[in-house]
């Protein structure tokens, strides 16, 4: 089985400013991992997904993650945030094999500060 | 491609009434899921269904969840009786294995028990 912690339920930044989103999971097998983002009353939608590869990867509306295997790390980054960036981001993985079915972490709440 | 479709968007039930949502998965994908999310918690898987058969329900509350998905498309995610601790955003994905995992979500139906 496999599990997702992500360590700050809320992150407050301002404006331009860079962020980095914390991510670790923990699994006995091979994985894929997933950023999503939840804006208010609406389901999720994908940032960006890490395969195989490259352990750095680019998603959408700029953001970025690296992922690090000794450090069972997917952490997500954006040099300069926007006050639309304003959302709830889960972290997730499946197995590489088997089951395809997404673990998700709690969430971290990312407010941007005018 | 047309996304995953839910209604109703929103639910307000009293305990122990019953309510059903429903859910039309992206064309051709084979595996659809439920998820339940509480507010302020990550997304937590309650059923997956592989066509029409049910892949993974462990987290399923049996005594009062059913679900089902006839002929391997649309799906219905029912709850009888509700308790007030089903008051949760559900949200239906589909995802084509094949397709490098990616889960595609619905825009979710919000559910309040009073």
């Known amino acids: 089985a496999q599990s997702v912690t992500q360590l700050d339920s809320q992150v407050p930044v301002f404006e331009e400013a860079p962020v980095e989103l914390r991510c670790n999971y923990s699994?006995?097998?091979?994985?894929?991992l997933f950023w999503y983002v939840q804006y208010p009353n609406q389901g999720l939608q994908l940032l960006l997904k890490?395969?195989?590869?490259?352990?750095l990867v680019k998603g959408i509306n700029g953001f970025e993650a690296e992922f690090n295997k000794s450090q069972t790390s997917f952490h997500l980054r954006k040099p300069s945030v926007h006050i639309s960036d304003t959302a709830e981001y889960f972290c997730?993985?499946?197995?590489?094999?088997?089951?395809?079915?997404?673990?998700f972490g709690t969430g971290t709440r990312l407010t941007i500060i005018p | 491609e047309a996304g995953v479709a839910q209604s109703p968007r929103y639910k307000i039930i009293e305990k122990r009434q019953s309510v059903a949502f429903w859910c039309n998965p992206i064309?051709?994908?084979?595996?659809l899921y439920w998820y339940q999310q509480i507010l302020g918690q990550g997304p937590k898987l309650l059923i997956q269904?592989?066509?029409?058969?049910?892949?993974?329900d462990s987290q399923l509350p049996k005594d009062r969840f059913s679900a089902e998905r006839l002929k391997g498309v649309d799906s219905t995610l029912k709850i009888q009786p509700a308790k007030l601790e089903d008051s949760a955003v559900y949200l239906c994905?589909?995802?084509?294995?094949?397709?490098?995992?990616?889960?595609?979500f619905g825009q979710g139906t919000r559910l309040t028990v009073v």
């Open positions: 064309s051709g994908h084979a595996t």
């Open positions: 994905a589909s995802s084509d294995r094949n397709r490098d995992r990616e889960a595609f």
């Open positions: 269904f592989q066509n029409n058969g049910v892949v993974d």
């Open positions: 699994s006995s097998v091979s994985v894929y």
């Open positions: 890490y395969l195989s590869g490259s352990t």
């Open positions: 997730a993985v499946t197995a590489f094999f088997g089951n395809e079915k997404l673990t």
